[in-house]
């Protein structure tokens, strides 16, 4: 199967895990990220496809939050649990040489230390990381995607869609016309790229 794993705590990176998740999936197509929330369908078993996608994946994203080593209910960090879904995805991908990229969430979240992890999860810290900042993280997920997508794993698995060369004119193409800008196009605004869809045929 290979592609994209995100591994995430909820109560830490659930919307930054959403944002991630929506630019990898523009780019790679649904079926080559995993996110747990959008991918598991509804009655399934989750543990099992879960460990597929995992064990398939060419990539893991550790989405790391300014709270993912704080202290628990139980006084202890969460991932010092061995049965923590969090760190039981890492420590596995790690175990198998899969790649795993931490993604820092926010200004100053500190990547996590060797000697504030539990076993197995060591390592780490030895992995190339990436930050999404807080005020405008938009280019950051951005420039993640573009570094994922330059991996040739990686390229391989982009919609074809993204592979086809733009055609010269928006009537080649058969998109809506806004202006001077065409709908499913990149537009850059302040610095900012955006991307316009457009849904249906209606008015």
Not at 180 to 188: I, K, R
Request: glycine share 8%.
């Amino acid at each position: 199967m290979g592609g994209i794993f995100i591994n995430y705590r909820t109560a830490d990176a659930a919307l930054g895990a959403v944002l991630v998740d929506e630019r990898l999936v523009a780019r790679f197509g649904p079926e080559a990220v995993f996110r747990d929330q959008r991918s598991i369908p509804v009655a399934t078993r989750f543990d099992t496809l879960l460990w597929r996608r995992l064990r398939s994946a060419d990539v893991v994203l550790a989405l790391i939050g300014p709270h993912w080593l704080e202290p628990g209910d139980s006084g202890a960090p969460a991932l010092h649990d061995p049965q923590d879904f969090v760190r039981r995805e890492l420590a596995e991908a790690l175990r198998l040489g899969i790649d795993v990229c931490p993604v820092l969430l926010g200004d100053d979240t500190p990547l996590p230390r060797a000697d504030e992890l539990p076993r197995g999860l060591k390592s780490l810290p030895r992995h190339q990381y990436a930050r999404v900042r807080t005020r405008d993280p938009g280019p950051d997920v951005d420039q993640l995607v573009r570094r994922l997508a330059d991996r040739p794993d990686l390229a391989a698995l982009s919609p074809p869609a993204a592979r086809q060369p733009r055609p010269r004119s928006a009537e080649a193409a058969g998109v809506t016309v806004y202006g001077s800008v065409h709908a499913g196009e990149d537009v850059v605004f302040g610095g900012k790229t955006e991307h316009h869809y457009h849904h249906g045929t209606g008015a």
